[in-house]
């Protein structure tokens, strides 16, 4: 049976968002940000839950969200670094095989269907990343800001998360890119994709898997929740 473990991200600061405390705390429909997609991980089919947090919150994570929340599938608790990537290659210390889905946590509207075709995807391409097609025309510009390319708007994806991997190849090709110490990595698919000759698979996620990053996300955050209240009633 396949291992499916989520790594979920909690360690960054949310300077974004001009509150007095990291945005992961943050409450959102009542309950910290955070909580809602460590629900959905819990809810879903995924095997273990690593929970990766900012350096000195393991207690506090561990007491008022894991064990108030009940969220029996977190089999770790581990603190982040200073940059995202360095946050992922800790959560990766936890576990040793199986397949990994990392997730941002500010991702809160991430959904079972969602983790469920990774979980499906993943098993098949080894390596894919949940996003969807832009809405919008891209132009691609020069350092002055001189379109250079009008790129099919149908190639285009915007990039959400979870983003997949069999373990070992994450892992080594997480390995190789600490030891090179690249700071130019801004997902888990680029590192895949500087460090390795495998291909990244695109699978379809959701316009509601919105990141909450601003003040202005969480107003959408809390009508996207009660839009969900409305379907269940």
Known sequence: MNKFTAIVLAAGSGKRMEQDIPKQYMKLGGVPLMVHCLRT????????????????????????????????????????????YNSVYSGLQAIDDGYVLIHDC?????????????MS?????????????????VKL?????????????????????PQCFEYTLIKSAYDKVIADADTSITDDAMIVEKATNHDVHMIEGSYTNIKVTTPEDVAFGEAILSFKRQEKT
């Not at 350096?55 to 603190?79: F, L, Q, S």
């Not at 350092?143 to 998360?161: A, F, G, H, M, Y």
Request: aromatic share 6%; charged share 30%.
């Open 41 to 84: 991980f819990q809810q879903s089919k995924c095997t273990q839950i690593v929970l990766v947090v900012a350096p000195g919150d393991i207690e506090k994570c561990r007491t008022e969200i894991i064990e108030k929340y009940h969220i029996d599938k977190c089999i770790a608790i581990v603190e982040g670094g200073e940059e995202r």
């Open 106 to 118: 500010a991702r809160a509207f991430v959904t079972t269907d969602i983790i469920h075709r990774c």
């Open 121 to 137: 995807a993943v098993t098949l391409y080894e390596s894919c990343v949940v996003g969807m097609p832009t809405k919008d025309t």
């Open 141 to 161: 510009t020069d350092d002055s800001r001189k379109v250079l390319d009008t790129p099919e708007r149908k190639n285009v994806w915007i990039v959400q998360t």
